[in-house]
């Protein structure tokens, strides 16, 4: 079994809806704070065009993420309605530590949560946004199907009632606004860590 990873350093822990801007948001984060690294979450997945193995996930088959599972080797995973598992690895999370950085983990609302009951130093944000603009941003982006669209909204209803769980939540319907007061709790969440925070 994995031991914990627990640290000095913070992990921070982003969730939210789908189509709330999540990955846009954490893009402009690291932008503004190098100390910060993204985890690379391992998924079942198939790869999309323009991904890349070990940059954007780890594309593992159902067999190994069920030999890592059994192996303790996952701090969370979610199994999707439609059939796919994704994953943190603890070996992701010392990966960025030993780097002297802070892990971000971008991921569903219920790994979000059980990293919080998991790890003492995590700091959560939940991101929002109104349905219709989820809705619109989720048919844009045109990589679900019509089903699976119907279903993450179905989902981000769900999503939205646990909100107040988290230790911010930040509606993204304008994405400057919303930008700046992450970085300014990232700002807070640094400082005590004895990180400098670059604006």
């Given at each position: 079994?994995?031991?914990?990873?627990?640290?000095?350093?913070?992990?921070l822990?982003?969730?939210?809806?789908?189509?709330?801007?999540?990955?846009?948001?954490?893009k402009?984060?690291?932008?503004?704070?190098p100390?910060?690294?993204?985890?690379?979450s391992?998924t079942t997945?198939?790869?999309?065009?323009?991904?890349?193995?070990?940059?954007?996930?780890?594309?593992?088959?159902?067999?190994e993420?069920d030999?890592?599972?059994?192996?303790?080797?996952?701090?969370?995973y979610?199994?999707f309605p439609?059939?796919?598992?994704?994953?943190?690895?603890y070996?992701e999370?010392?990966?960025?530590?030993?780097?002297?950085r802070?892990?971000?983990?971008e991921?569903?609302?219920?790994g979000?949560?059980?990293v919080?009951e998991?790890?003492?130093?995590?700091?959560?944000?939940f991101?929002?946004?109104?349905?219709g603009?989820?809705?619109r941003?989720?048919r844009?982006?045109?990589t679900?199907?019509?089903?699976?669209?119907?279903?993450?909204?179905?989902?981000?209803?769900?999503?939205?009632r646990?909100?107040?769980?988290f230790?911010?939540v930040i509606?993204?319907?304008?994405?400057?606004?919303?930008?700046?007061?992450?970085?300014e709790?990232?700002r807070?969440?640094?400082?005590?860590?004895?990180?400098?925070?670059?604006?």
């Amino acid at each position: 079994m994995s031991s914990s990873t627990s640290s000095p350093l913070p992990v921070l822990v982003i969730t939210g809806q789908s189509g709330a801007g999540k990955g846009t948001l954490i893009k402009r984060l690291l932008e503004r704070f190098p100390e910060l690294r993204l985890a690379v979450s391992a998924t079942t997945r198939a790869r999309r065009p323009g991904e890349i193995e070990g940059v954007h996930y780890y594309f593992i088959s159902d067999e190994e993420f069920d030999r890592r599972l059994a192996a303790g080797e996952f701090l969370e995973y979610h199994a999707f309605p439609w059939g796919q598992r994704s994953g943190t690895l603890y070996s992701e999370i010392r990966r960025v530590n030993d780097e002297g950085r802070v892990c971000v983990l971008e991921l569903e609302t219920e790994g979000a949560l059980n990293v919080a009951e998991r790890e003492p130093n995590t700091f959560t944000v939940f991101i929002t946004a109104p349905i219709g603009e989820l809705e619109r941003r989720l048919r844009d982006r045109a990589t679900e199907s019509s089903g699976e669209i119907e279903e993450r909204l179905r989902v981000a209803g769900e999503q939205l009632r646990v909100a107040s769980r988290f230790d911010r939540v930040i509606e993204n319907d304008d994405l400057e606004r919303a930008s700046d007061e992450l970085s300014e709790a990232v700002r807070g969440l640094l400082a005590p860590a004895g990180t400098m925070a670059r604006p």
